[in-house]
């Protein structure tokens, strides 16, 4: 079954929604819902309805979440587009789409289209067996007709221009499409892949664009060469962040802010940013203990030196006993301690989607 016919598929097996809820007060909120797109970072447990080894619906993931419940995020606890929600006032939690759960209100305030090992390039999906970042357009378009039977076509697309849509991806296409498995590399040199990755994401930006988003931020790729997993695959003896890996983030991300900054300009009506993520993450990389950390090179999960999705399970030994002393949970992903440090240090950057 293609990826496109399982999204059919589950469509056709969530509940309908037939109940006609008020719109919820959002006096409070800056915005009336917030949306989200890309890989695991902000994955809040769509992959749990795919046949894929990208997933975490098991213990010891969800530790620290509420009722110490897996419910797919690649994470102890809560990720950033659950603080994100928080902090812009709408909700404590953006769940995932396709939560066989989700509930009116859910659709009202925001929901979160990710799937863990997505990526710009359609191929990073293909790999591990996920949504696309088109894939969850698909939803999109499908989340909007569900939206205009609740509320109105006027009312739905007053939601959707007034929204924050938040973009994570692009760590999955440098280090497991192009330099992991090498299967980009075989056809592109890094400056020209980069180049290919910069032209979807201008497309994935643009249909959103088209399909009525105004408030449009879009993270930047993180140091990924000091993830504990790739320090302990290409780090050496000591365990060393990789150079390479950390200078394609950086190429990336500078050629990704000119992009969004000519898209920005060539839609004067709408707020489209870059998000510097790769900074603030270095930073509690290289500086760990001025956050109360006291590991940032291994993660909580295991050994901590690679462990992550089926391979941190509660069989996996040495796993700590707390993870707020972790920068990061497992191989590739922070704790909830390690996200919500991460989201205070880059709220002095939401502000530009919303004035």
Not at 25 to 47: E, K, L, M, Y
Not at 159 to 178: K, P, Q, R
Not at 262 to 291: M, W
Request: charged letters at 20%; aromatic letters at 10%.
């Amino acid at each position: 079954m293609g990826t496109y016919s399982v999204i059919c598929f589950l469509f056709l097996t969530l509940p309908i929604i037939q109940s006609r809820a008020p719109v919820p007060d959002q006096t409070a909120a800056r915005v009336p819902a917030v949306f989200a797109f890309g890989d695991s970072i902000v994955d809040a447990g769509n992959n749990n309805m795919l046949l894929t080894t990208a997933k975490c619906n098991f213990p010891p993931y969800g530790r620290d979440f509420t009722g110490h419940k897996a419910t797919g995020r690649f994470s102890n606890g809560k990720i950033p587009t659950d603080f994100i929600a928080s902090l812009l006032g709408v909700k404590e939690l953006l769940p995932a789409y396709l939560d066989p759960e989700i509930k009116e209100q859910d659709l009202l305030t925001g929901v979160n289209f990710a799937s863990g090992g997505a990526g710009f390039d359609n191929l990073t999906a293909e790999i591990p067996s996920v949504f696309s970042l088109w894939d969850q357009l698909e939803m999109f378009k499908e989340y909007k007709r569900k939206l205009e039977a609740i509320v109105g076509e006027e009312r739905a697309a007053n939601i959707v221009a007034e929204s924050v849509c938040a973009i994570f991806a692009g760590s999955n296409d440098l280090m497991t499409t192009y330099f992991t498995t090498s299967i980009r590399a075989l056809s592109y040199d890094l400056p020209s892949y980069i180049d290919f990755l910069l032209q979807a994401t201008s497309s994935f930006v643009e249909e959103l664009y088209n399909l009525g988003a105004r408030r449009i931020g879009v993270a930047g790729v993180p140091p990924i060469g000091c993830a504990p997993a790739q320090r302990t695959l290409k780090g050496g003896i000591a365990r060393d962040c990789v150079d390479a890996y950390n200078q394609a983030s950086i190429k990336f991300n500078s050629e990704l802010s000119m992009e969004l900054e000519r898209l920005a300009t060539y839609h004067a009506g709408a707020k489209i940013i870059y998000i510097d993520v790769y900074n603030p993450v270095l930073e509690l990389i290289l500086h760990p203990s001025d956050y109360g950390f006291k590991e940032a090179k291994k993660g909580c999960c295991g050994t901590g030196l690679i462990e992550a999705t089926i391979l941190c399970n509660n069989l996996s030994p040495f796993t700590c006993p707390d993870a707020t002393k972790y920068l990061f949970w497992d191989g590739f992903h922070p704790t909830e301690r390690g996200y919500e440090i991460l989201v205070t240090k880059i709220s002095d950057q939401l502000p530009k989607l919303l004035n």
